[in-house]
């Protein structure tokens, strides 16, 4: 039998948003010291949510559940309005760890329903960063915010406004799922207003780009990441309809090793939330299984960072 190859997808893993919102939490713990809360798992991974815990991050799904004077981080998905203004209310400190691309989304929204434009979200119902969208929508009477999962909702959708009706999108769906979404309520929306820029954030795209690469030249794929992270979970399901079968895990025990054990080349991504080391360790694990060698594939050419929040910035408390 040839020797296993293990190709390493480029660029993979952590983007700017989940480097910052992680970044965020410890900086927060190392100036306010332990514990800080944080509504919502900061990013969509078990590990780094269980490292953060054991650092001394409580995450909460409401912020009632938090108790006075403590400090409040918003996770890198973002919230409502209603939260933000419900932390506020309670005189409680926050820092705001959500990516700078959803906040773009945000601001999208927002100008719409200023504007009186109704408002067509693509996205996945009960996905954090949709209910946060979602709940940034203050239009009242005048405008009205509508949310389309799918091809199916998009031929259905009755909306008010037909001629001022304006679209955002999930920063972290599959772009060829989108582009068919689009192209569906532009036939019946012919004045839609899309975004001047996609609003799939360039990580997504990058790693998708990339697995449909990998996905031409390997015979299985591993997409390291978590069973909530939507964009972990797209990169599988793209993997699969480019023809190369995929699997999502977070460590190496998830993986069932006869699905591999006639295999000879092997892909391995990562979703923008899932750590380096888990992917080293994954690695590292099947190369000792299959008796492999280990080749990064394409280069990492992502430059992006995202600054830490200006109050953070200063010496921590003594």
């Not at 078990?46 to 009632?64: H, K, M, P, T, Y």
């Not at 259905?156 to 999930?170: C, F, K, R």
């Not at 360039?202 to 978590?226: C, H, P």
Request: hydrophobic share 40%.
């Amino acid at each position: 039998m040839d020797k296993v190859i293990i190709n390493l997808a480029n660029p993979r893993g952590f983007c700017a948003g989940v480097d910052r919102a992680i970044d965020i939490v410890n900086r927060a713990l190392e100036v306010y010291g332990r514990p800080i809360y944080v509504k919502h798992e900061v990013v969509h991974n078990r590990f780094v949510v269980q490292d953060l815990e054991n650092r001394g991050a409580i995450f909460v799904e409401e912020i009632d559940e938090i108790p006075d004077d403590s400090i409040v981080i918003f996770s890198a998905h973002g919230v409502s309005e209603k939260v933000e203004t419900e932390t506020k209310l309670r005189g409680l400190e926050f820092h705001d760890a959500t990516c700078p691309l959803v906040t773009k989304v945000h601001m999208e929204v927002i100008k719409h329903a200023k504007a009186g434009r109704d408002i067509i979200l693509i996205g996945h119902e009960g996905h954090p960063e949709v209910e946060g969208t979602m709940g940034r929508h203050t239009g009242g009477d005048i405008s009205k915010i509508y949310l389309v999962q799918d091809e199916m909702d998009a031929k259905s959708l009755e909306i008010d406004q037909p001629g001022s009706v304006a679209l955002v999108t999930q920063t972290t769906l599959s772009v060829d799922d989108t582009k068919a979404i689009i192209n569906q309520l532009k036939n019946r929306f012919p004045d839609l207003i899309t975004p001047k820029n996609d609003d799939i954030c360039y990580a997504t795209q990058n790693r998708q780009d990339a697995v449909k690469q990998l996905a031409l030249e390997n015979e299985f794929m591993i997409v390291v990441g978590s069973k909530n992270s939507s964009n972990s979970n797209r990169l599988k399901e793209l993997s699969d309809r480019c023809g190369c079968e995929a699997i999502l895990i977070d460590e190496f025990s998830d993986l069932d090793l006869e699905k591999i054990r006639n295999v000879n080349k092997i892909a391995i991504t990562a979703g923008a939330s899932a750590p380096e080391d888990r992917v080293q360790e994954i690695a590292l694990a099947l190369k000792d299984f299959t008796g492999g060698v280990i080749n990064e594939i394409g280069k990492d050419e992502e430059n992006i960072i995202f600054k830490m929040p200006p109050e953070l910035r200063r010496e921590p408390i003594k």
